[in-house]
């Protein structure tokens, strides 16, 4: 399914010959065309905007800023993806990989220089995505895919950790019975999210009964008004500039891949398709705007995402601006009883979605039996590095290299060499199978017998194909090795691309034969 907001089906006529009125229904988004999306994308938003609060204030305290700033930047970025985004029902908002890289920069030149940032981030990825950034996502391989979401669920789970260590006993039961309601609730009925329910009755038994566990607003004091929008306090001068310049790269880097990716892993979950470049300039355009707004900036939320496509069955971009709206309302309107929320509530949602998120099927004795050495290797070196720093694009990268350098491995040892000699003994065929590059093509030169007694040498690239200067360069050393012996050699066979290559490059790279 095409991305976009309109349902349209193939089969109606072209908007010009149909009625005003049949144009207008023919537009209008799928939420207000069906009251079931409709009320599963206000639900859907409404659970994530519980869930945002927590995070958002924590990853403040990683920033090292105030927890409003947190707050301002998940509703700006919420608000502004869901427009501009690519990615339908995907959350954008301050995260943890943002926060690691930008807090140096607060806790050495202050608020002023973190919010410029932000800016410069987004004009990078603006420029980036612009540039076809997002087309580089085609080289990541499954295996990469599976190590990212199966380190994502144990990040998920492993930043719960702390909620359940060294906490009144209480908070034990509590998060039991909340696990049961999400298991639960929903062979009832799922017209309302379990996760909503869980946090509702969690609240309500925690007040009711007055029992002392930690609660959201033990976290940090919740914003009592909007943003204004503003020009962050900095001289517009080239240090500035400078200083704000690498960090401001970092996060634009770090941002795009874990938007994309996460863009990517719900395309997988929804069977739809969605516009990574469109997703990459989105991104760009709400850190630009959160910075003007005072935020910390962000990038696509995991976690987030997971409760409201995967957990709530949110589908459309309504679920993520009300994710972004509903969470100033409950901190404005709302503060004292969000305050009261138990974080034991909000902790077991993060953790049915860590168990939801992981891909058991991946680590299955069954599955891993029949998965090569090569595709196992490159998911544990992708969710080794992602726990061991806590950064989900370093595992990626890696993750990617290494499978990049399992796979040259591989193909290098699948160019053969078949001689086939004539039976007067003046001519000799070689058939050479395979692709040519520069792991392969090292090993060309050695497969040949330079001692043959035949005067003629054919070289058969009928079923090869040259890729790189590398494998120019092993053909024009063979043929110099077989003319120094007195013998003519012929390459024939060639396809259109390969034979461009090769009369490009041949006797070009070492000053001819």
């Avoid at 004009?123 to 085609?138: C, D, E, P, S």
């Avoid at 795009?256 to 719900?266: P, Q, R």
């Avoid at 138990?342 to 049915?352: I, Q, T």
């Amino acid at each position: 399914m095409p991305e976009h907001d309109r349902s349209i089906s193939l089969s109606t006529p072209p908007p010009s010959t149909l009625a005003p009125a049949a144009r207008l229904r023919g537009l209008r988004p799928d939420w207000l065309s069906d009251p079931k999306v409709w009320r599963t994308e206000i639900l859907g938003g409404l659970v994530v905007a519980l869930a945002l609060i927590p995070e958002a204030i924590s990853f403040s305290i990683i920033a090292g800023v105030d927890p409003a700033i947190g707050l301002f930047a998940s509703f700006t970025m919420a608000v502004t993806i869901s427009v501009v985004g690519g990615r339908r029902a995907m959350i954008s908002a301050a995260t943890g990989a943002v926060a690691l890289v930008i807090a140096p920069l607060n806790r050495e030149h202050g608020l002023g220089h973190l919010v410029a940032a932000v800016i410069l981030a987004g004009v990078i990825q603006i420029a980036l995505g612009a540039l076809g950034v997002a087309k580089l996502m085609r080289f990541v391989p499954r295996s990469v895919m599976v190590g990212f979401v199966n380190a994502l669920a144990i990040l998920v789970f492993v930043a719960q950790v702390p909620e359940m260590h060294d906490v009144p006993w209480a908070v034990y039961p509590l998060l039991i019975g909340g696990l049961a309601l999400m298991v639960f609730f929903p062979k009832v009925t799922k017209a309302v999210p379990a996760p909503l329910v869980s946090i509702v009755i969690l609240t309500v038994i925690t007040v009711a009964a007055g029992i002392a566990v930690p609660t959201v607003g033990d976290k940090g004091d919740l914003p009592s008004a909007l943003p204004v929008p503003g020009l962050p306090d900095v001289p517009f001068t080239f240090d500035t500039l400078t200083t704000i310049a690498p960090y401001a790269l970092a996060m634009a880097l770090v941002g795009l891949m874990e938007s994309l990716m996460t863009a990517k892993l719900v395309d997988e979950i929804t069977d739809t398709h969605s516009s990574k470049t469109r997703e990459s300039i989105g991104q760009g355009i709400a850190n630009i705007v959160t910075g003007f707004f005072g935020g910390m900036g962000g990038c696509a939320m995991i976690g987030q995402t997971m409760i409201n496509v995967k957990v709530s069955g949110a589908r459309t971009r309504l679920s993520t601006f009300l994710a972004g709206s509903f969470l100033m309302v409950l901190c404005i309107a709302f503060g004292p009883v969000v305050s009261d929320i138990p974080m034991a509530a909000l902790v077991a949602v993060m953790v049915m979605v860590s168990f939801a998120t992981f891909d058991w099927h991946s680590i299955a004795p069954k599955t891993l039996k029949r998965m090569p050495a090569g595709e196992i290797t490159v998911m544990v070196v992708t969710v080794a590095c992602v726990v061991a720093t806590g950064n989900l694009a370093i595992g990626v990268v890696v993750g990617s290299v290494t499978a990049m350098v399992i796979f040259a491995k591989r193909v290098a040892h699948l160019a053969t060499v078949t001689p086939v000699e004539a039976p007067d003994g003046t001519k000799v065929v070689y058939v050479v199978t395979g692709e040519l590059f520069f792991a392969s093509s090292n090993d060309l030169v050695t497969q040949f017998d330079y001692a043959t007694g035949a005067e003629k040498v054919v070289i058969d690239l009928t079923a090869a194909h040259i890729w790189d200067a590398s494998s120019v360069a092993a053909l024009d050393a063979i043929e110099t090795k077989y003319e120094q012996r007195g013998k003519t050699v012929e390459i024939v066979g060639l396809n259109q691309s390969s034979a461009r290559i090769h009369e490009k490059l041949s006797g070009e790279l070492t000053g001819g034969h």
